[in-house]
């Protein structure tokens, strides 16, 4: 079975460093990693019916879902060591309510943190 | 190994002695790590008047891991394909996993080739080590700057 992929931003430096971040507390193994321009990444935008540039959300692929926004972040959390998997309790607050902070974040990634390649 | 190139023509060869001394002060004035530089293990792009413009090599660790390192090019040549044709190069050179170093902001560019991101638990004793290096030199500097370690699997 494969492993889910998370797929990121490359140029954008929060989601660099959220990939580290993850890489850090995952368990051994346990998901893999692309930046939404790479090759592999395209084929699964394309594949899902998404945008192939002007990314607004991390998106993950888990066998044959896709997950986006919060709802990406928060499965997120199940392949994480423990304690982190208890913070899925944020699943009980609505998306309509998770999603417009997600989205407030992800729009002003690129302000607030930097990117990376210098534009 | 040639290629054409938009406002150019260069070439990609083996390095030569001649050329060890254009490596050492490459490498060294594009800010990269300036140790285990045998010209012996290097790709050279020249220009039509036989100038070098560009290197990289495949550079062996203790551990038995190797690396993709050295990647450098001229100001001047940089965004006319030379890096992507040396990278080309010396994969076609090397079909077995290599691994990599580089800044975050180019790590798009080397996903191209294959090369992924790898958590800390998948890397060699070599690279563990050097990573974490790198993450106290970067802490000690105060630097807004993030390293990627990636592989690229074998063939």
């Given at each position: 079975m494969s492993k889910p992929l998370v797929l990121y931003d490359g140029y954008c430096a929060l989601c660099n460093r959220s990939v580290s971040f993850l890489q850090a507390r995952q368990r051994p193994g346990a998901m893999e990693y692309a930046s939404l321009q790479s090759p592999r990444g395209q084929r699964v935008l394309a594949a899902a019916g998404l945008?192939?540039?002007?990314y607004d959300s991390v998106v993950v692929q888990d066998g044959e879902r896709v997950y986006l926004r919060s709802a990406a972040a928060l499965h997120l959390?199940?392949?994480?060591?423990?304690?982190?998997?208890?913070?899925?309790?944020?699943?009980?607050?609505p998306a309509f309510l998770r999603d417009p902070i997600y989205n407030l974040i992800a729009h002003n990634r690129y302000s607030w943190f930097g990117n990376t390649d210098g534009k | 190994m040639s290629r054409d190139a938009v406002q150019g023509e260069f070439i990609i060869q083996p390095a030569t002695a001649q050329h060890a001394a254009g490596i050492q002060s490459l490498v060294r004035s594009s800010g990269i790590?300036?140790?285990?530089?045998?010209?012996?293990?290097f790709l050279v792009a020249l220009d039509a008047a036989g100038a070098l413009i560009g290197c990289v090599q495949v550079k062996p660790h203790g551990d038995g891991s190797r690396e993709l390192a050295s990647l450098a090019v001229v100001p001047q040549w940089q965004s006319h394909g030379v890096a992507r044709a040396l990278v080309e190069a010396i994969l076609a050179q090397n079909s077995g996993t290599l691994y990599l170093m580089c800044q975050a902001r180019l790590g798009v560019f080397y996903e191209k080739f294959g090369f992924s991101r790898i958590p800390v638990d998948e890397m060699s004793t070599y690279f563990r080590r050097v990573s974490k290096l790198a993450g106290v030199v970067l802490a000690v500097r105060k630097a807004d700057e993030q390293l990627l370690v990636m592989r690229r699997a074998g063939a």
């Open positions: 945008p192939l540039q002007d959390l199940r392949y994480l060591r423990s304690p982190w998997p208890l913070l899925g309790v944020l699943r009980l607050v | 790590n300036p140790t285990g530089l045998a010209w012996q293990r």
